[in-house]
């Protein structure tokens, strides 16, 4: 089992930024990448990014050059900057294998929400 525990969600204006963290423990070995998902009201579920062990990530088009994925060992932080109203939503953690290409995930955090106010 892996556990995730997220931290840094809130409450932002139109344009501004912030920063997910995110913290994996538990069995890691079986792990090879962490993303972040989200999910708005009335909506499915998308992937935002996920970055491999190896550092390569892979981004939603809708936020390519807004956010960046990021890592230290188990823990990824994702910097969201220039945040508009359709960012807004309940932001997962999850961790799984098949890399940022093929990934899948397996286990997932509480989540954290995110709230854009214009």
């Not at 109203?85 to 940022?100: E, F, K």
Request: a negative charge; aromatic letters at 12%; hydrophobic letters at 35%.
């Amino acid at each position: 089992q892996v556990h995730l525990v997220e931290s840094g969600g809130g409450l932002v204006e139109v344009g501004g930024s912030l920063n997910l963290s995110c913290v994996a423990s538990g069995k890691t070995w079986t792990i090879n990448a962490i993303g972040w998902y989200r999910q708005a009201p009335e909506k499915q579920r998308e992937l935002v990014a996920v970055i491999s062990m190896g550092d390569f990530t892979n981004y939603a088009e809708s936020v390519e050059g807004r956010f960046t994925l990021s890592r230290d060992a188990y823990t990824v932080y994702l910097q969201m900057n220039k945040l508009n109203s359709d960012d807004t939503a309940v932001y997962y953690c999850n961790a799984g294998r098949g890399g940022a290409s093929a990934y899948t995930p397996a286990y997932w955090g509480q989540g954290t929400q995110v709230t854009v106010s214009s």
